[in-house]
C-alpha cells in the first residue's frame, strides 16, 4: 500500500470543543475517524506556576500525507494559544480498516 495511517493526538478545553473539530475534519474528509475520550486531568506548568486542568483528548485517524493540512485545520479552530497536537505513525494497520481509511479521507 502506498499511503500510510497516522494517528493525530489532540487535548482540547471541553467535550464541545473537541466535537467541533472532529465533526470538521470528518465533514471535510481530512480524517477518517476522530476518537473522543473521557475527561482527562492534565498538570502542566505554564506562566511560571502549576495548573491542573480538567480537558478532553481525541484521536484522529488520517493518511500521513495529510497529517499537516490536519493539523492545520485542528490549530485553526483550537482555542488555545498552544495546543497540544502531535503525530503518532502505528507500527501495524490492519489492511481492510486502512482500506476504509483510505477510502474516508479525500480530496
Partial sequence: ????????????ANSDEAKNIAHTLIRERLAACVNILPPITSIYE????????????FICKTESDRTTEVMERIKSLH???????????????????ANWIHGQVKR
Fill in 1 to 12: 500500500m502506498s499511503k500510510s495511517i497516522t494517528i493525530i493526538y489532540c487535548v482540547t
Fill in 46 to 57: 505554564w506562566d511560571e506556576r502549576i495548573c491542573e486542568e480538567n480537558e478532553v483528548a
Fill in 79 to 97: 482555542s488555545y494559544k498552544v495546543p497540544c497536537i502531535m503525530e503518532f505513525a502505528p507500527s501495524f494497520c490492519q489492511k481492510d480498516f
